[in-house]
């Protein structure tokens, strides 16, 4: 059974920097194929997606928030972390983690959904 | 950057089929995954891959995607499936996943 749980500050002042821990077990990001990716939702708002790191360390980034964002893996720990700078308001949001996967087959790269996911975690930006 | 439009509600009666679109520029050649999400809990895929269904989802959930426009259908719609539901693909122009606007299924 594959699970996920977010972790890290329910508050963080503007300009700092944030840090999330999303922690699984069930699977293997050693494993040819699977990713963990970070996604988060405004109160009220959309579903957007955040970044993605897959087993062979490779990553993927939201191209309006690229340059405020890393995310990193340790396999040994079972844990995905992502981090973003320059905090502000509008960041406030619920944050998840889930499970996803690649399929590569020659220059043909198959991108399956995010199938298990956290129960997320609310990240408040305020002075 | 690329663009998915879904309507903000839809209603209807138990029993009835609600179709909840998810509108994309050529989105027929991408593969399309459904969400719902009810409130105050992350999202559940219910459909990957524009019509499979991962195990454990009813049959009632199913999708379908052609041209400018993915579907997700939902048959004999329950009290339990009241929800928001998000469409999303990959956009490998721009290297990223990509969630439409979300529709809230209300049954009366």
């Known amino acids: 059974q594959i699970t996920l749980k977010e972790s890290g500050p329910t508050l963080v002042k503007p300009t700092q920097t944030l840090t999330l821990t999303c922690t699984f077990s069930?699977?293997?990001?050693?494993?040819?194929?699977?990713?963990v990716g970070w996604i988060r939702q405004p109160p009220g708002k959309a579903l957007e997606w955040l970044a993605l790191i897959y087993w062979n360390d490779d990553k993927r980034y939201s191209p309006s928030l690229k340059s405020r964002l890393t995310i990193t893996k340790d396999t040994s720990k079972n844990q995905v972390v992502l981090t973003m700078t320059n905090m502000d308001p509008v960041d406030t949001a619920t944050y998840y983690c889930a499970h996803s996967a690649i399929a590569v087959a020659g220059t043909f790269h198959y991108y399956y959904g995010m199938d298990v996911w956290g129960q997320g975690t609310t990240v408040t930006v305020s002075s | 950057s690329y663009v998915l439009t879904q309507p903000p509600s839809v209603s209807l009666a138990p029993g009835q089929t609600a179709r909840i679109t998810c509108g994309g520029e050529?989105?027929?050649?991408?593969?399309v995954h459904w969400y719902q999400q009810k409130p105050g809990q992350a999202p559940v895929l219910v459909v990957y891959d524009d019509d499979d269904r991962p195990s454990g989802i009813p049959e009632r959930f199913s999708g379908s995607n052609s041209r400018n426009t993915a579907t997700l259908t939902i048959s004999g719609v329950e009290a339990g499936d009241e929800a928001n539901y998000y469409c999303?693909?990959?956009?490998?122009?721009?290297?990223?996943?990509?969630f439409g606007t979300g529709t809230n299924v209300i049954v009366l």
């Open positions: 050529n989105i027929g050649i991408r593969s």
């Open positions: 999303q693909v990959w956009d490998g122009n721009s290297g990223r996943f990509v």
């Open positions: 069930g699977f293997s990001l050693s494993t040819s194929g699977v990713g």
